[in-house]
């Protein structure tokens, strides 16, 4: 065995909600979080971030940035979509020893350690991934325009939408239809917000629809339903089989349990830790390639 696990690596997490950093030694892990890190949606603004919180770090611990940033590095940030942008990250960071990737490795890597399942990670975006004998694969993450099906900004956007449909009889009005409307002040105003809000901002209406689908309310269960079959749909696509483990992650996550298919239910498992973790966990890895 090699002194992987005592040497410093670094680990980032960043996503539409927020960003957060990790410098771990093997025993002591000092954490750091700063604001969103989508870099597809805003790239200066996300690089930032990670800057920010990497002069966090070296405050909170005391070393010189020029020692930080030459440690291992795992980058795992939402809206890295493919090499090009990962490059222009690398060129933007000063890390030295960095591989950049989406948020999801991190994730899987997190809730899953090393055992076989698969997971819905469900915050602001979404995506599902599922590993097996230490191989992953994902669907979903395009993001709010084309995908994020299950997430929370799917699910405060849908509860709109529907919302609208109850104006025009196309959908039963509810509690939760009758808070949206006297929230913006009517339909004109759901459609005035609708025009211009970030993702962020559909998402935090998510609380107010899972409240309401805990309260039986018709169109609260529709939107937590629909997610939940979009869950059950895509992950046997990637690999899952009954008996293995289905982890939900992500903020709103969880909330999709009780409205999964009975043998889901059945394999639900608690996770064993978050993508930060899961991104120090992949930075170990990079150990062996930066040995001198």
Not at 18 to 43: K, Y
Not at 89 to 102: G, N, T
Not at 260 to 287: F, W
Request: glycine share 14%; proline share 6%.
């Amino acid at each position: 065995m090699n002194d992987s696990s005592s040497r410093p690596v670094l680990a980032i997490d960043g996503g539409g909600t927020r960003c957060r950093i990790a410098l771990s030694d093997g025993q002591d892990i000092t954490t750091v979080e700063t604001g969103p890190a989508n870099v597809s949606t805003d790239f200066a603004g996300g690089v930032q971030q990670i800057l920010t919180g990497l002069e966090m770090v070296a405050t909170q611990t005391g070393r010189r940035m020029d020692d930080l940033v030459a440690y291992p590095a795992f980058v795992g940030l939402a809206g890295v979509s493919g090499p090009k942008i990962a490059d222009q990250l690398k060129a933007a960071l000063p890390l030295r020893h960095a591989r950049i990737e989406d948020d999801r490795p991190a994730a899987v890597r997190g809730a899953l350690g090393e055992k076989d399942g698969a997971i819905a990670h469900c915050g602001t975006g979404s995506f599902y991934g599922a590993q097996k004998a230490g191989r992953m694969r994902f669907s979903g993450g395009w993001g709010s325009v084309l995908g994020d099906e299950a997430s929370a900004q799917w699910v405060g956007r849908t509860a709109l939408r529907l919302t609208l449909e109850t104006v025009d009889g196309r959908f039963q009005s509810t509690p939760l239809a009758q808070k949206l409307l006297d929230k913006f002040d009517g339909a004109e105003g759901i459609v005035r917000f609708s025009g211009d809000a970030r993702p962020s901002e559909f998402g935090a209406l998510a609380p107010m629809v899972t409240k309401s689908a805990d309260e039986n309310d018709v169109l609260g269960r529709q939107v937590m339903s629909a997610g939940a079959a979009d869950i059950a749909r895509s992950l046997p696509l990637i690999g899952w089989v009954p008996g293995s483990a289905i982890r939900l992650t992500g903020g709103i996550g969880p909330h999709f349990g009780p409205f999964l298919p009975d043998p889901m239910q059945a394999d639900l498992t608690k996770p064993q830790g978050e993508p930060l973790s899961g991104a120090v966990s992949l930075a170990r890895e990079l150990i062996q390639e930066t040995k001198e």
